[in-house]
């Protein structure tokens, strides 16, 4: 069977590089197997600015100043999870 990449409705490229006027259309379709890794990865990515709402929900009842000074800590909180998500993210395909 030949391998095509599928680029627009009106054509397809092969991967041996003749075209093709057939189209194939991309199968997407959600398998368990996808939502076993989506969810838990959805959920982690949803953990930081849950945490962070949180934070200021609980802190802007304590004070203004409290509250100020939380900026400071999430900016580096987000920045701190932001470069470990990166790593996960990046590694995540070897």
């Known amino acids: 069977s030949r391998f ?3 680029t627009t409705e009106s ?3 092969s ?3 003749k075209s093709s006027n057939e189209t194939i259309a991309p199968n997407y379709h959600w398998t368990s ?3 076993e890794l989506a ?3 959805l959920i982690g990515m949803m953990a930081d600015p849950l945490l962070s709402l949180m934070d200021t929900a609980y802190v802007g009842r304590v004070g203004a100043t409290e ?3 939380l900026g400071a ?3 580096i ?3 701190a999870f932001n470069a470990f998500r990166a790593t996960t993210t990046a590694t995540t395909s070897l």
């Open 4 to 6: 095509r990449l599928w």
């Open 11 to 13: 054509s397809s490229i």
């Open 15 to 17: 991967l041996e590089g």
């Open 33 to 35: 197997q996808n939502f």
């Open 39 to 41: 969810i838990p990865a």
């Open 67 to 69: 509250l100020a000074a």
């Open 73 to 75: 800590c999430t900016s």
């Open 77 to 79: 909180f987000h920045l």
